[in-house]
Structure formats: structure tokens, C-alpha cells
């Protein structure tokens, strides 16, 4: 397939979703929230518009001339996917096809039904991909590995695949940066990139960096809006026992009656938990999130800086936000 008609797939898969009736949208949501209780939906509401955004055709035509995609030679990629967001290996396995390679994928269990359900929408609009595209229980005869998991797997993939030219992610998070400046409008998006998900994915700040005698009741005022995470289970079932530990251990905290905040120099939260910890000064800001870089996948605030993403939008990665900041087009191009 011709590089054009590879990106024709992805033009036509856009349109596809924009369109998609009532009856499959209500149709999908229920299988998802079957196959996952976590996936709610409102989250996967929230990841088919992450998809449509990512694949905005004018985005796409402008992100691929930055590469030599005519000239890659096909290879076979391993792709190992996570499952603690709905749809979240979409980016590997587009960026795959797009550079004209097959793709064999091991998929989560956590995220089986969506997946299928995206990749038979690809193979039904491009039959072609039929042959490009295939799902197994174990890789074999692959050429590289592209692997998401968590710290402890990633031992376990570096073990296995070390061999093959590969890109293995870990464990990630992401904090925020607050002044006490922040307007309403400000911290209700901050939830957002907060609550989103429940707080399960490496986008989700699960920190928020204050400064001395910051004064929370504003936020978590405006944050109200947010208790109807309780109303998952799983989510209420997290608040609950992570309130019993703090409560039996006599740790000192704040309780929303839907959110816990402790203060912590950990990094990452459990969920239905946020942490806070206190900045001095901007050097001691800057110098807290230099010695953790490998650790943040993003910086939210509203601090003027290209480093940082504004409050609300880290749920609404665009096409070359590649995870762990790994270019992975660049990868599948250069094996």
C-alpha cells in the first residue's frame, strides 16, 4: 500500500467515528464498561474524541511530512499494549501502519472489546489491513517491540525482547504547578486532567506542586463536581480503603468525602488520592521536576512556558505527544 492510501485509511477512520450512530455508540459504551467497569461512558466518550482529535486530517498530513515514510522498508512490530485507558494503544498501532509496517499485537485484557473493535473499523475501511494487522496471545517472528506496561514488566519485557530494537515504557505520571493566582474556570479544568479516567493514566496528574500556606478550600470547592466518580464502584471501593489507612495510621490529610489529599514526596498517588507538596521558589520548583523528568510524562499550569500544558488539556494529546517523549515514527522509520 502507497503511503497516501495507508493515510486515507486514518482521513476515512476520522469521519467514521464522527459519524457513528446512537445505536453502536450506545452499543460500544456497554460492551466497554462490561469488559472493564472502568471504563465508563463518559471515558470512553472521552477516548473516542481523543481519537478523532489525534486523527484530524489536516494534524495528520502536516505530522507525517516530517517524516520519510515513502522509503521505510516493511518490517514485522510487536506491539505489547496497557489497558488502563480505553483505547490508549490506538497511537502505537497507527503510527505502525502509517509507516508500512504489520503489526502483531498483544493486547490487555483490560481493553480487549474497544481494541477489536477499532481495528476491525481500520480493517473494514482499508480490507488490505487485514493482512497487516494481527492478534495473538504471544509474539513471534517479530522484527521489533514497541511495550507498555509498568515498572515491574518493564524488567520483565527488557528480559524477553532486549534483543530486538525496541521502545519499553514504564511508569509515569504527571504533577501540576499551582501559585494560588489560578482562576475557578483554571481549577476546574485542573480537575479534569485529574479525574479524567479516574486518575488511572500516565496523563493524569496525580501530584500538584503549591506554594507555602496555599489555601486549598477554593479548589476543592470547585472540584465538587467531580464526587460523581463515586458513583463507580471500583472508584468508591479505592476512597474508601485508602481513607481506612489514613484514618487507622493516624496520617494527616484532607477528606472531600470523594477525594483524599495528603501531603508526600512520592510522586504517585493511589487512586481516588492526590498529593501536594510545597515549592519555596522557583528554583526549588524547576530543580524538583529536573530530578524527576524521567518519572512526569506531564507539566500542567498556567505558568507561561513551553514546557508546561495548559490546565484541562492533557487528555487531549495531539498526534506528535508521543508517550515518554519517545518519537515513535521516527523508530519505525529508522529499524
Sequence with gaps: MKLEERLGTFVRLNQTLIDLSS??????????????????????????????????????????????????????????????????????????LLSGHKAVIKLSSQDLFLMQWIIQKICKIEPEFINQINICDQLKDIDAVIATGSNNTARYFNYYFGKYPHIIRKNRTSVAVLTGNETCTELKKLGKDVFTYFGLGCRNVSKILVPKKYDFSILLDVWATFKKNTDNFKYQNNYDYNKSIYLVNGITHLDTGFLL????????????????????????????????????????SGLASKKFIP??????PEISDYADGIDVMKFLNTI
Design 311 to 316: 490546565f484541562g488539556q492533557t487528555q487531549i
Design 23 to 96: 445505536a453502536e455508540y450506545t452499543e460500544i459504551k456497554t460492551q466497554a464498561a462490561k469488559n472493564n467497569h472502568w471504563f465508563n461512558a463518559s471515558n470512553v466518550d472521552q477516548a473516542i474524541l481523543g481519537l478523532i482529535n489525534l486523527t484530524e486530517p489536516i494534524k495528520m498530513k502536516s505530522w507525517l511530512k516530517g517524516y520519510e515514510t515513502k522509503l521505510v522498508k516493511q518490517k514485522v512490530i510487536g506491539l505489547i499494549m496497557a489497558g488502563n485507558v480505553p483505547l490508549v494503544g490506538f497511537h502505537d498501532l497507527m503510527c505502525t
Design 261 to 300: 489529599l495528603a501531603e508526600s514526596e512520592a510522586l504517585t498517588s493511589p487512586i481516588s488520592v492526590l498529593y501536594y507538596q510545597h515549592y519555596q521558589s522557583s528554583n526549588d520548583l524547576n530543580k524538583y521536576l529536573h530530578e524527576h523528568q524521567e518519572k512526569i510524562q506531564c507539566v500542567v
